[in-house]
């Protein structure tokens, strides 16, 4: 019974920090030490930030893995994936939301204009994360090279194909440093495979499903299951893969839908990975308003599984598995590799809007916004949809 009463008031916190979960992965970080380690002391501070790192090199979305695997740490599975269900309701439910009525809009041969503003704007969000990625993870002239190579190959080929090549190869690239890593002591790991199993079964089972059957459905999960067995280095990561696959090579969306997505998201609190429930909806469209919300929730449930799945798998070995030399050394090329994605997805984003002043304005308005105060994302989203909205009909 005490247990049940704890597990219910550690899914009251989860739901807490979700819906007040601004700022992206860092500001998720702060929420979790001030609410699970200081005021509930869950875990000790020095545990948190080893999870943090482990999930920072693991693909899936950071913040999601990390308070699914402190659930995982306090109650076992069953507690971890109702963690993961609390954490991205709220923003599930806002993204899919948003879809709906996009996907309404347009039934409707409504204007979106009022969106005008915060197009530009989300090119910026990404330009900054861009940034931003660059400057933390750059720490040498190989993966500085690595991570203009990506960013050109992803800009140029524009297949989603290309991506899990470049992040495998990078990791291979920088692999063969491992002799500069210090060495640690370890043991023999004993390894648990049965979650990587399961990823892989539902992996293949998915796979064969969408080929055979051509069922939509069936391939937006695989799609994005694919996705998210691939994305290193947080949501930022997932825009390229999601921009390339979904409006440029299967014209599910348009880049005006894509870009007005992004920027929603931005006003979200939880997960960028959310960003796949909007697509999921708009993929869907053709299937009435119950379709758009299958849509959604298959592709949410295929874009977060897999990250779920590999936080379950390595959690029980990373003690051991942080310490072989060749793991620590590939990291750097994928983190590199990931980006030069991020870059190329600042371009791409870019290429479909009209380069007039207005546009340049908000991009680079946006940037130095985000560069050099802490306004909040959601208020500068809002802005801008407030100054479409006066705009077209005022």
């Known amino acids: 019974m005490v247990k049940r009463i704890r597990y219910f008031i550690f899914l009251r916190d989860v739901f807490i920090i979700a819906v007040g979960a601004f700022g992206g992965p860092t500001a998720h970080l ?179 499903l969408g080929h055979f059957t051509k069922l939509l459905p069936i391939r937006i999960l695989e799609n994005f299951y694919r996705n998210g067995s691939l994305i290193f280095g947080g949501g930022q990561v997932l825009i390229p893969l999601l921009y390339t696959e979904f409006v440029e090579f299967k014209h599910y969306l348009t880049s005006e839908e894509f870009l007005t997505g992004y920027a929603a998201v931005q006003a979200v609190p939880g997960p960028v990975f959310s960003f796949a429930s909007y697509i999921g909806a708009l993929s869907m469209r053709e299937y009435g308003v119950m379709g758009e919300i299958l849509g959604s929730v298959l592709a949410t449930i295929g874009v977060f599984l897999p990250g779920t799945f590999f936080i379950f798998f390595v959690i029980k070995f990373w003690e051991q598995l942080k310490k072989f030399r060749i793991v620590r050394a590939s990291i750097e090329g994928i983190n590199a590799a990931s980006s030069g994605m991020v870059i190329a997805a600042a371009f791409l984003l870019f290429q479909p809007l009209e380069p007039d002043f207005i546009n340049m304005a908000m991009i680079i308005g946006t940037f130095l916004i985000l560069m050099f105060t802490k306004i909040p994302p959601p208020f500068i989203i809002l802005t801008g949809l407030i100054a479409g909205f006066v705009l077209i009909y005022f």
């Open 30 to 208: 702060a929420m979790l030490i001030k609410k699970m380690v200081k005021e509930r002391a869950y875990l000790t501070e020095e545990e948190l930030m080893e999870l943090n790192a482990l999930c920072q090199i693991l693909p899936g979305p950071t913040s999601t893995q990390t308070i699914t695997a402190i659930g995982f740490k306090i109650g076992g599975p069953i507690l971890a994936y109702l963690t993961l269900m609390v954490w991205l309701i709220p923003a599930f439910c806002i993204m899919t939301t948003v879809g709906v009525l996009m996907s309404h809009f347009d039934e409707k041969d409504k204007s979106v204009e009022f969106t005008k503003f915060i197009q530009p704007m989300a090119v910026g969000f990404v330009a900054y994360a861009a940034y931003v990625i660059s400057t933390k993870i750059v720490k040498s002239y190989e993966a500085g090279a690595i991570m203009m190579i990506s960013a050109v190959l992803s800009f140029m080929l524009k297949s989603p194909y290309v991506f899990p090549i470049l992040l495998l190869g990078s990791g291979a690239l920088t692999a063969v440093k491992f002799n500069e890593q210090p060495v640690e002591p370890h043991k023999k790991m004993k390894v648990e495979w049965s979650n990587f199993i399961l990823w892989a079964v539902v992996f293949l089972v998915i796979a064969a």
